[in-house]
């Protein structure tokens, strides 16, 4: 089949969904599941649409060209540059819209901060992009939900672990994970000198119970006494949880609440993102040749990212883009300009892998 036929395949299934979802003899329970295809479908469509009439009216401008006066030729020959200029573009853009889409990239995410190397500093840093990530996703009208969180009580987290959802989460956040490292001058370094420290971040795509097969022999629950800062009964009560996963190793630690049933739902939720984050990365390990071709393989052992205080400026390594606007960056604001060209490089990796 060649991509002519593809891209009328496309049109004609998008034209079925619309004839189905408008028959009065469509199962109910079918309805969500068409829309959604009909929804994910009208953009490519639209762009299907638009490739087509660009190059309708190249053929009409060639006849122009040919059969016209002086002036008309003239005429013609504009907008035909026009109309080449703009070809190449959508054709682009339909391209980018036909890659095969990760099957994450709609969850919700859970996000996973943690401080590294830096002593105090680090932990500082921690809860400095934590609040990024906050801020950010309040400008995307997401929710984010804490999980887990450590605090140092100097206004800093050992880690802190939340739940992030909305629309194409994962898909804006994915490229997130690795280790960030700051460069700045601590409060309480009376010389000035600049520290460098470190903390690391997860993003995990929330896994559904389809996503992930857990067998209940697999598991070991351990019920213990909470520690740390808390309500009065938190060291009181065994109402932490830990759980491990016995064939992986993977262990996940529950304690922020006083009930032992929802310290339980929280861990459960963060194993099975950590299963099936890790199932994913199994096959992407059997892809080694398409590893090269992406932005970043999501190990958090990774460099990905320095923030430098002194100079007021974000760099990424991975693309080496160097942004001046560090406030805006970690107020939010500024992350998607970070985050949209790690997302076009990826694409522009994905297509180049296919030609």
């Known amino acids: 089949m ?28 079918d309805y969500a599941s068409l829309s959604k295809e009909y929804s994910d479908l009208s953009p ?15 053929e009409g401008m060639d006849s122009m060209l040919e059969d016209g006066d002086a002036e008309m030729k003239a005429l013609a020959q504009e907008e035909t540059r026009a109309l080449k200029d703009r070809l190449p573009i959508v054709e682009r853009e339909l391209q980018v819209m036909l890659l ?16 590294g190397t830096g002593g105090d500093e680090a932990s500082l840093f921690a809860a400095d992009l934590f609040r990024m990530y906050q801020r950010y996703a309040d400008l995307h009208g997401w929710r984010m939900e804490p999980l887990s969180v450590s605090d140092t009580g100097l206004g800093g987290y050992k880690d802190v672990t939340a739940l992030i959802s909305g629309r194409g989460v994962f898909a804006r956040l994915k490229f997130e994970s690795g280790v960030h490292r700051v460069q700045r001058v601590p409060e309480t370094e009376s010389s000035g000198r600049i520290h460098t420290s470190a903390a690391t971040v997860a993003v995990l795509p929330e896994a559904e119970d389809v996503d992930v097969n ?25 109402s932490a949880v830990r759980i491990t996963h016995l064939p992986t190793g993977i262990v996940v630690s529950q304690q922020d609440e006083k009930s032992q049933h929802k310290n339980k739902a929280k861990a459960m939720k963060v194993l099975m993102a950590r299963l ?68 076009a490089e990826d694409q522009a990796a994905r297509l180049s892998a296919i030609q």
């Open 2 to 29: 060649n991509v002519a036929e593809k891209l009328d395949n496309l049109i004609r299934r998008h034209d079925e969904l619309s004839a189905l979802m408008a028959s009065p003899d469509m199962n109910p329970g």
């Open 44 to 58: 490519v469509v639209e762009k299907i649409q638009e490739l087509n009439s660009i190059n309708a009216e190249i």
């Open 100 to 115: 095969p889409k990760d099957a994450a990239d709609e969850k919700n995410a859970i996000l996973e901060v943690r401080a």
């Open 214 to 238: 857990i067998d209940d022999k697999d598991l070991r629950i351990d019920i213990f006494r909470a520690s740390g800062p808390g309500g009065q009964s938190v060291n009181t009560t065994d």
């Open 276 to 343: 099936y984050e890790h199932e994913r990365s199994l096959i992407d390990a059997e892809r080694a040749a398409d590893r090269k071709s992406q932005v970043g393989s999501g190990d958090r052992s990774e460099r990905i990212r320095t923030y430098n205080f002194p100079q007021g400026r974000v760099t990424d390594h991975r693309i080496n883009l160097t942004l001046h606007k560090i406030e805006k960056i970690l107020n939010g604001e500024g992350l998607d300009e970070l985050i949209d060209p790690l997302i």
